[in-house]
């Protein structure tokens, strides 16, 4: 299966790039039961707090194709997001990209009244951290919001059969089993070596 892997532009997202998009026209039987129609949530506070979440984290590997791609990087996005709290699914859908049959994945975050779409590879520089939240989503964009939902990476693999493009992790995989890694500010630094210290030290 081919996955979009190459980096988008700050200019467009997948929505813009692909063509004849949508489940039902690239129809999976077996996937045919989880085609899934969400409504966009707008809250803009709870968007900052999913960026700067993943703003901690950057990829410690290469984007490369058919080896560490869309799929691969929205397992990771599933995974810090649930891990803080959380409820997403990871999401797929196609169409023509190119001048070919390709396939995307990405990650919603459910809220009350929709989703936030969380894009693995709409960035500039994808060492500068692991996915960009959409803040522009309208409820036209069919790319986005109809689509396959798969639920956890591990439904992903049992329903697909595909293994070679999710590890499946859950929320109790070690994050060092993953390729990324955490940005950690000063002052977390600071809080960490004084953790330290009481530990090697004594509370005082």
Known sequence: MIWLITGLSSAAGASELFT???PERWAIDEWNSTITTQQPCNNSTEMDNIQEILNKYYLASDIV?????CSDISE???YVLETNEYDCSVVANAGIYEGNESYHMFVWVKENDGVIVVEPTWQADPK????TVLRDTTEDDTFYLHAWEFGDPAEFIE????TGDMMGVTTETTITDLQIRRIYTEEELEQHQIEIYRILHGDD
């Open 128 to 131: 500068k951290r692991i996915g």
């Open 159 to 162: 329903m697909t059969g595909l």
């Open 20 to 22: 004849d998009t949508g």
């Open 76 to 78: 990771i996005i599933w």
């Open 65 to 69: 194709d058919s080896k560490f791609d």
